[in-house]
């Protein structure tokens, strides 16, 4: 390990982390220079012209503060250099705010001297194997390139499968924040009609420096037509299909703003005589190119009133769908649930903006209050889809109207497709077949 730069605007606590790394230099007779910047403009500027292997960021500073600085630092694409948040501040938010913005741990002061030293050699020992690491030859993916040898592999044989590889992405494994949202919904929207369709695959994911891919197998047994109305109305990245396996590029770095461009190629195969008609897809390729990050911003078009009805109707909504699957939910259960979606919808179809979701809403409010048996009967099979609803009802509250979103109609295809499919679960007038497919993934 090279070189650290430490970022804090007090002249105190960067000598006292400096002390405390000649410590270590003397300890372990290592090669260790430092550089110092007393806010986060100067480390971003110092960064660009420097190759740190570890950058110490404090986050209270002046002109730029550190989850700012963290950010524009991760744009640079220094892939090697790793930023470590060393703040006073201890909730959980602000831990939160730095990893997803690049942060690779959080440190809080004041720094106990034991721990930041096994911390400083563990972050050496990362770094020099980052350095050494090897892409391997050969890989999943349907684009043929090298990954590292690291893999993580989902195999999807039920609805709990599925629900690890979403509770992972959007819970645990956190480093891209919200940008990764839209992929893992339409990976997770996929798998669960494999699972329906009453099809085994398999999820595995890759990595190299640049890139995460995703890949499913066994994808020509699903109809290709709904296959790519899932993915293009979901998901606006690039992927490609070759014969049976299915690739999402994801790109682990914020790239510039571009307009999509799409590229077909698309071959049908005569289809099967199965109990659901299905397409054969043997698709060469299927390209749509990356479209990244927008700005965000935070709406203000519904009432204050209205907005925390919303959220007290979505917060009881959210308890009442946990019951959701148990063999004890009973019609008032039932028809409260409705009622709730009922009231969710009508609130928003008094507000131009929303009157799609609204629309949606109503329907399904509508279907559940006249199938309650159908619902009960069904509530295993809806269980995992009625959470992902409701879950992004409060996603959709918090983004527009408190943290910021893309557009106004963030979320909005997938709040309305996830209504439509609790619909037609429940309808006793959608057939089985591929009729009943192509009316679960209609939007």
């Known amino acids: 390990m090279g070189k650290i730069l430490i970022v804090d605007d007090s002249k105190t606590n960067r000598m006292t982390l400096k002390y ?59 892939k090697n250099m790793m930023i470590i948040a060393v703040s006073a501040l201890d909730d959980d938010e602000s831990k939160n705010k730095m990893l997803t913005s690049g942060a690779e741990d959080y440190i809080t002061k004041p720094v106990n001297e034991d721990i930041f030293k096994k911390r400083i050699i563990n972050y050496s020992q990362l ?56 992929l893992i919904r339409v990976i997770y929207g996929l798998g669960l009609l494999q699972v329906k369709m009453k099809f085994n695959c398999e999820i595995t994911v890759e990595e190299n420096s640049e890139l995460l891919i995703f890949t499913m197998n066994n994808i020509k047994l699903l109809n290709s037509v709904i296959v790519k109305n899932i993915i293009s109305k979901n998901y606006h990245g690039e992927y490609k299909i070759v014969d049976d396996k299915l690739s999402f590029k994801f790109n682990k770095e914020l790239k510039e703003i571009q307009t999509p461009k799409v590229v077909e190629n698309i071959k049908t195969v005569e289809t099967t005589n199965t109990k659901a008609v299905h397409e054969d897809i043997n698709v060469k390729d299927v390209f749509v190119e990356s479209a990244s990050d927008t700005t965000i911003e935070v709406f203000d078009f519904i009432d204050k009133e209205d907005l925390e009805e919303l959220e007290n109707i979505a917060n009881e ?58 619902f009960q ?46 619909s037609a679960f429940i309808n006793p007038q959608n057939s089985s077949g591929a009729e009943e497919v192509d009316d679960i993934f209609d939007f």
């Open 20 to 78: 405390m790394l000649d410590d270590i230099v003397d300890d372990l007779k290592i090669d260790l220079s430092y550089d110092e910047a007393e806010n986060g403009l100067i480390a971003l500027e110092k960064c660009k012209a420097n190759d740190y292997d570890i950058v110490l960021m404090d986050i209270m500073m002046p002109v730029m503060d550190g989850i700012e600085a963290t950010k524009e630092i991760r744009k640079l694409g220094k």
């Open 127 to 182: 770094i020099d194997n980052r350095k050494n690491r090897k892409l391997l030859v050969t890989s999943v993916n349907t684009y043929d390139i090298k990954v590292f040898s690291r893999r993580l592999i989902f195999i999807v044989q039920n609805e709990s499968s599925i629900s690890e590889f979403w509770d992972y992405y959007l819970f645990e494994e956190n480093r891209f924040g919200d940008r990764l949202t839209d």
């Open 377 to 422: 009967e069904k509530s295993k099979d809806i269980a995992l889809l009625c959470q992902a609803f409701n879950k992004d009802l409060l996603l959709w509250i918090r983004k527009l109207f408190y943290e910021g979103a893309p557009s106004i109609d963030f979320l909005d295809s997938s709040i309305i497709s996830n209504a439509n499919m609790i």
């Open 317 to 374: 909504l959210d308890s009442l769908m946990l019951l959701v699957g148990s063999s004890k939910i009973d019609d008032s259960e039932v028809l409260q649930i409705a009622k709730y979606i009922q009231s969710f919808g009508r609130m928003l179809a008094t507000y131009n903006e929303t009157y799609n979701i609204a629309n949606s809403l109503n329907v399904l409010s509508k279907n559940i209050e006249e199938n309650i048996s159908s």
